[in-house]
Each structure stands twice: as structure tokens, then as C-alpha cells.
């Protein structure tokens, strides 16, 4: 496909995902064929163990819009996105998991809800995880957001549109995925949510566990207090210098 008629760019973090990888393309395929615009499917395998990467390499036989982007260490999922959002070509990113948690059938709605918004997040209505995985995620959006002072409904929830060009404004760091929202609002974007469908992982292990979440996402929602002080919001920025341009 010509890379400069890309419109929608879908990219999936992969960390040990083989057997998910299949089924969820199948499945995705068809309804982005259905949206007709032209798109491209990103996968970034973040260096995984399994044979993820093969997978991917062999899919791309089958669907010529895949496109492989390959990590050299492990560097999680927030990384993983970034890598995805750099080598993305559509001016509309939809991010999701490889897992087949998320359903693609809800792609056209979070599309639908971008064209008055410049993010639209994901909210797990009926979410099917473990209670210890949810009464900690419930926990942790709550303090997150008394934080930053935000309302986000569903930090975890990574299945999203995004305009491309909102992202360029976004800094990048280990966990940034979960301060997305809160990020682009406090460049002044327009965030919006609506409820997405949630399924059970039936393949492969979920990547995050209280410990590798808690300590870290803690420290980071201080790093929000600082980064809204002290961050630049691009559009902001550039609108004043268009008035005193005019003004001048
Ligand atoms: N992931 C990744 N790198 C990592 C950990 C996770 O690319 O180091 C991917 C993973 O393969 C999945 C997504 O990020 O596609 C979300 O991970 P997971 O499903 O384990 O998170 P959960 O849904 O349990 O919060
Ligand atoms: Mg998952």
C-alpha cells in the first residue's frame, strides 16, 4: 500500500502473545476492510520470548496491510505504543491489545466519537478480570485521578483513537500509557470516553500484577503534578502566537 494515503494506522504492543496473534487479525481485518479508508496494522513485538515475532512475520503473508516494527530489549507496553506511534502513517491511531481482550467490533464507534474529539478512550463496561485486578485498577484510577485531578473512568483500558497529530506533544516514558488522557488534556486536547466491550484473556498471561503497577504508578502520578505545572501546551502556544502576529 502507498504509505502516503494511509489513513488509519491500528497499532498493537505484542509481548508473548503467539497464540492470540491469529485469531485476533482475522477477526480485526474485515472491519477495517469495512470502514474503507485506507489503513495499515502496526503490530511492535517488544521483544517477546515466544514466537510472536514469527507469527507476525508469516500474517504478512496473509494481509499485506501488517506491518512488523521490532524491539531489541523488552521495554513494556508504553514504549512499545510510542514505537507504533512514530512509524505510524494514518492521521488516526487506534491503539489495542494483542491479546483479544479488547473487541474490534467496537472500532467504529471509538471512530465515530473522534470526529468531534481528539482522543477517545476505551471504558471496560463489564470488565473480565480477576476482582483483585479490578479493585485495584478502581483504586489506583481514584488516586490518580485526586492526583492530577482528572476524571478518568478507565486508565488501563488502552483501546483508543488518538489523532496523530495530538501524540507529537506527548512525552514518552515507562508508563506513560496509563496518563494518556490526562496528558493530552493537559495539552488542551479534547478527550472524550465511551464504554467498549471487554473479553476474558483465554490465551497467554496478563502482563501486570499489583507489584509491577503500584510503587511505579505512585511515583508517576507525582511526576503529573509537576509535568501540568510545568508543560507547554503546544496548541495553546501556537494560537497566542497567531493573535499577537495579528495584533503586531
Ligand atoms: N505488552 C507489551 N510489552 C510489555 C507488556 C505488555 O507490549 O512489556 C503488551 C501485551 O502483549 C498486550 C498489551 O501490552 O498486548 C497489554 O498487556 P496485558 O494484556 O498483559 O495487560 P492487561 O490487559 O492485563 O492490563
Ligand atoms: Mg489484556
Known amino acids: 500500500m502507498n504509505g502516503e494515503s494511509v489513513k488509519l494506522s491500528v497499532v498493537i504492543p505484542v509481548y508473548n502473545e503467539e497464540e ?15 470502514l474503507e479508508r485506507p489503513f495499515e496494522v502496526i ?15 508469516e500474517l504478512c503473508d496473509t494481509y499485506k496491510e501488517l506491518r512488523l516494527v521490532r524491539h531489541g ?12 506511534f512514530s512509524q505510524s502513517r494514518g ?3 487506534i491503539t489495542m491489545d494483542a491479546d483479544l481482550q479488547n473487541d474490534p467490533s467496537d472500532i467504529p464507534s471509538l471512530l465515530k466519537a473522534l470526529e468531534d474529539s481528539d482522543a477517545v478512550c476505551g471504558v471496560r463496561a463489564i470488565r473480565e478480570d480477576s476482582w483483585l485486578k479490578r479493585v485495584s485498577s478502581w483504586i489506583a484510577n481514584g488516586f490518580r ?7 478518568v473512568s478507565d486508565a488501563g483500558c488502552t483501546f483508543r483513537a488518538l489523532r496523530k497529530n495530538a501524540l507529537a506533544e506527548i512525552p514518552v516514558f515507562n508508563g506513560m500509557h496509563r496518563f494518556l488522557p490526562t496528558l493530552l488534556r493537559f495539552q488542551g486536547y479534547r478527550v472524550v470516553e465511551i464504554e467498549v466491550n471487554h473479553r476474558p484473556r483465554i490465551h497467554g498471561q496478563s502482563k501486570y500484577g499489583i507489584g509491577n503497577r503500584m510503587f511505579r504508578g505512585i511515583v508517576d502520578c507525582f511526576a503529573m503534578i509537576w509535568w501540568r505545572r510545568r508543560c507547554v501546551p503546544g496548541d495553546r ?4 502566537s497567531r493573535e499577537a502576529a495579528h495584533q503586531g
Open 237 to 240: 502556544l501556537r494560537k497566542d
Open 20 to 34: 492470540n496473534l491469529g485469531p485476533l487479525l482475522d477477526e480485526l481485518f474485515p472491519i477495517l476492510r469495512g
Open 145 to 151: 485521578n485526586w492526583i492530577t485531578n482528572d476524571k
Open 73 to 84: 530489549v523488552n521495554c513494556g507496553e508504553s514504549a512499545a505504543e510510542a514505537s507504533g
Open 91 to 93: 492521521e488516526v491511531v
Open 43 to 57: 503490530c511492535v513485538d517488544d521483544a517477546s520470548t515466544d514466537r510472536s515475532a514469527n507469527v507476525i512475520k
